[in-house]
Every structure is written in C-alpha cells, then in structure tokens.
C-alpha cells in the first residue's frame, strides 16, 4: 500500500512547524509514529486554544 504523497508532505510540514525537526529526522519516522505525533499536537493545540 502506498501513502499519498500530499499527506505525507501535510504530516511532516504540520511536525516539524511545532517541533522544528529536520526533514531527514521526520522521513525516517514510520507512517504510526507521524501520526501519533500529529495526534499529540493537535490535543496540545486544543488545550491551549481551549484556556
């Protein structure tokens, strides 16, 4: 199966916009861990924007 490459670019900008992780660092996470990390975001987000 593959991964479109839109939502692989929208994952990895979203990431590294937070965290400011180099690219090579965001290519070599797994498909799981980018969206977890993308989830984890989003609920930081979410809390902040809710206070």
Same mark, same amino acid.
């Given at each position: 199966?593959?991964? !479109? !490459?839109?939502? %692989?670019?929208?994952?990895? !900008?979203?990431? !590294? ?8 660092? %965001? %290519? ?24």
């Amino acid at each position: 199966m593959t991964y !479109a !490459a839109d939502r %692989l670019y929208e994952e990895i !900008a979203y990431i !590294a916009y937070h965290f400011h992780w180099e690219q090579d660092r %965001l %290519l070599d996470l797994t498909h799981a861990e980018r969206t977890r990390w993308v989830g984890e975001i989003g609920r930081i987000n979410t809390r902040i924007n809710d206070v």
